[in-house]
């Protein structure tokens, strides 16, 4: 049986090992592969993993051997799902992996907002410490967490061990989510609208899925119920926020910084206004890749398709 990655290398640049999935077959793993490139790679095969290349109906539609896809991420928007059932292939997800690691990231760059620790330390190796006349010195304000209110707008596995750091920090936290839950039991918690979250936060961080009624959920209405001093976290998906009311809002005053993990159209292009918008830290989508949550998404992937091959698929998005 023959077994393809499509697009391994983000998973895989070199520090984790494909062998697992040699136990089911033949597997040949590519870095990156285009759509027009699908076809030929995955003609005579059976197994496809893919995590961002996308297969849509017309290419589903000339791998005739193909009986099972496995999206090596959360989202599968990248593959057509009506055209897969109707072809009878099987698709699977990988729901959770790096819970710990975006949560720990969305304070990587809310405490980079909160110190400009960057800043200050290239200012030190530059030489300005030495040179100053004064025995301790900062180059923007400095803000304490303890205190403050984290807005959770989606409270997921991932919002709520974002909650939870939020609380030990000393800060109160507010969610929002369709589905409420156990109610943790955190000094000062409550449930509140999104109006709500953002009018009365300090931090709102976003943990929201993307649907249609969340695109765009971030746009210069909802900022405008924003403290001008709160900071805007976003690691869940691009396009909850609409870039340029986001920069329009930083580069006014009107919100005090943002940090995101996530843009609208990733990669960006260079005109994106969010890089070049004041007080704003944009990362490549990197909150997921640590090696340890990257270690737990390979090995999802192949429990995935052994239980797949041993008829009892788990996962599945159709």
Not at 76 to 100: F, H, K, L, Q, S
Not at 105 to 123: G, K, P, S, Y
Request: aromatic share 8%.
């Amino acid at each position: 049986m023959k077994i393809i990655v499509l697009d391994g290398y983000c998973l895989n640049p070199g520090d984790l090992s494909w062998d697992a999935l040699r136990q089911f077959g033949e597997v040949e793993a590519f870095n990156r592969t285009r759509v027009d490139e699908v076809v030929a790679r995955a003609a005579s095969a059976a197994i496809v993993l893919t995590n961002k290349t996308q297969l849509p109906g017309y290419v589903l539609r000339q791998l005739p051997e193909l009986r099972y896809i496995g999206v090596m991420a959360t989202g599968y928007d990248m593959v057509d799902v009506e055209v897969a059932r109707e072809r009878g292939i099987v698709v699977t997800n990988i729901p959770t992996y790096g819970t710990a690691s975006v949560a720990q990231f969305v304070f990587a760059l809310l405490l980079e907002l909160c110190h400009n620790v960057r800043l200050h330390a290239d200012a030190v190796r530059a030489g300005e410490w030495a040179h100053n006349p004064d025995w301790s010195f900062w180059k923007t304000p400095l803000m304490e967490l303890a205190g403050k209110t984290m807005g959770i707008v989606g409270f997921g596995r991932i919002g709520r061990h974002t909650g939870r750091i939020a609380d030990a920090l000393g800060m109160r936290v507010i969610a929002n989510d369709t589905y409420h839950g156990d109610e943790p039991e955190w000094p000062g918690f409550r449930w509140a609208s999104v109006e709500e979250v953002l009018r009365e936060s300090d931090v709102v961080s976003l943990h929201s899925p993307l649907f249609p009624e969340t695109r765009g959920m971030i746009n210069a209405a909802s900022l405008a119920l924003m403290k001008p001093s709160a900071f805007l976290i976003n690691t869940s998906r691009g396009p909850l926020v609409i870039d340029r009311d986001l920069a329009d809002a930083l580069n006014a005053g009107r919100l005090a910084g943002a940090g995101l993990d996530v843009l609208s159209v990733e990669p960006p292009t260079e005109h994106n206004p969010l890089l070049s918008a004041r007080n704003c830290l944009v990362t490549p989508h990197i909150a997921w890749a640590t090696r340890e949550a990257r270690s737990r998404l390979m090995d999802a992937a192949v429990g995935n398709l052994a239980a797949f091959l041993a008829g009892t698929p788990r996962n599945v998005v159709i």
